[in-house]
């Protein structure tokens, strides 16, 4: 794992990975700038013609309620931005660490907007069901951090290998390959909930993410050799 992750992280100085990490970043911006200035409206329209001093104070509390929603959701935001990079990133790692394989399966696009939603509702469900546990975790501070890396942890590592297990397997047969390997999909999304949480670095964390998983699911497929011939039909087939 650590080997993967290694590979992941040295892979930074590429061009390729260089551009997404810039789109990337773009993107992750544009998502709270539109969460912020939705809320900052939101709280103005909402105390409209009341007192200064309640007008300031609904704008302060948003400002702090961005800052929040912010920290708790922007492994969710980022992972759904980066997933229309995924083929990129896949494509960039394989084409160092993996040469002379066949193209994978093309996802269409409509599948790849639907798997990153269908990601982000999910994420975002269980972040809000679990919000106030946060929120009283915070005084238990070794707790609320078991809890958070586990959640996003399992969220993180199951999602992430699913976007680029589903490139090279049938969902039916990645899926058997994740759970065959869920603690160490599981331990490799805590690795990913980490880097998602590092000041600055979390910005391009999901490019890390992405080639992690890569690098991960190669290993796996490795491991597996019925999965290595199911992968090799499945590209034979995709062409």
């Known amino acids: 794992m650590f080997q993967a ?11 390729r990975i260089q551009a997404i990490v810039w789109k990337s970043l773009l993107g992750a911006l544009v998502i709270f700038g539109l969460l912020g200035f939705g809320l900052w409206f939101l709280a103005g329209w ?19 309620l961005t800052v929040a929603l912010s920290w708790f959701l922007f492994p969710v935001a980022v992972t759904a931005v980066v997933g229309f990079f995924l083929e990129a990133v896949a494509g960039a790692v394989e084409s160092r660490h ?16 639907r798997s990153s ?7 975002l469900l269980l972040t809000l069901v679990l919000l106030p546990a ?14 958070f890396y586990s959640v996003n ?28 390997y869920r603690g160490r999909v599981m331990l490799a999304g805590v690795v990913m909930a980490f880097m998602l949480t590092i000041p600055v670095f979390n910005l391009v964390a ?3 993410a992405t080639a992690f998983a890569v690098h991960l699911f190669e290993a796996m497929r490795k491991q597996r050799p019925e999965f290595r011939s199911m992968t090799s039909e499945i590209q034979q087939r995709g062409h």
């Open 134 to 147: 946060y929120l009283l975790l915070l005084l238990f501070p070794p707790l609320y951090l078991l809890v």
């Open 117 to 123: 939603l269908r990601f982000a509702c999910v994420a």
């Open 153 to 180: 942890g399992y969220l993180l590592g199951r999602e992430y290998f699913e976007l680029v297990a589903y490139r090279r397997l049938e969902e039916r047969a990645a899926d058997d390959l994740r759970r065959s």
């Open 206 to 208: 999901p490019i890390a």
């Open 46 to 64: 909402l105390v409209a013609g009341l007192a200064h001093w309640i007008d300031w104070l609904a704008h302060f509390g948003t400002l702090v």
């Open 5 to 15: 992750l290694g590979k992941a992280l040295g892979q930074f100085d590429d061009p």
């Open 98 to 113: 993996y040469p002379g394989r066949q193209p994978a399966r093309q996802q269409a696009f409509l599948a790849m907007v």
